[in-house]
């Protein structure tokens, strides 16, 4: 994320994670790059994916879950309603969502059954998830394969996806509709 906020400075980037330890090390530079260039336009903050600060309702003109995995893959594909009602709520009306996942039923087969997830097909997972989506006010916008220049930014998700032929990424996109 402090990629794309060093890429476009007219947007203010929040990233979200639960765990501090990740956010420790970026948190510092993004503190060098206020020092040195006297703003930043990311922030970090502390928080479940299913219980967003109230300062963030109605304040997200896009959010972007890039490889969800663990308790977030759990949420996401399982469409947990406390998470999208979660999600519904920082996002603007009509607002977008964008999830890109690489899961490989093969590879993925223990964490995706330790998780309930019951397939690993995009085309199934999108029909049990669509209708769960809808009841939140997350409406269907479209599916599509994000080019590798979308993803692709110095994560360990890079490395995976670079070494793994049985992951493909597909990108599902919603709407706040209400």
Not at 131 to 155: I, M, Q, W
Request: glycine content about 6%; overall charge positive; hydrophobic content about 40%.
């Amino acid at each position: 994320m402090f990629r794309s906020a060093e890429a476009d400075p007219s947007v203010l980037f929040v990233g979200i994670d639960a765990n501090p330890k990740p956010l420790q090390k970026i948190s510092i530079k993004a503190e060098r790059a206020l020092a040195k260039r006297g703003s930043v336009n990311a922030i970090y903050v502390q928080s479940a994916a299913e219980d967003l600060p109230e300062e963030l309702n109605n304040t997200a003109d896009e959010i972007v879950i890039n490889f969800p995995w663990g308790s977030l893959l759990g949420l996401t594909i399982n469409a947990e309603p406390a998470f999208l009602a979660s999600l519904a709520r920082i996002l603007k009306i009509h607002g977008s969502l964008a999830i890109t996942t690489a899961i490989d039923p093969i590879r993925d087969a223990e964490e995706l059954k330790r998780l309930g997830i019951k397939t690993s097909e995009h085309g199934d997972l999108l029909s049990a998830m669509v209708p769960r989506y809808s009841a939140s006010g997350l409406v269907f916008a479209d599916t599509r394969k994000p080019a590798p220049n979308e993803y692709l930014v110095g994560t360990t998700w890079e490395r995976k996806l670079r070494s793994s032929a049985g992951r493909e990424p597909v990108c599902l996109r919603f709407r706040k509709s209400r």
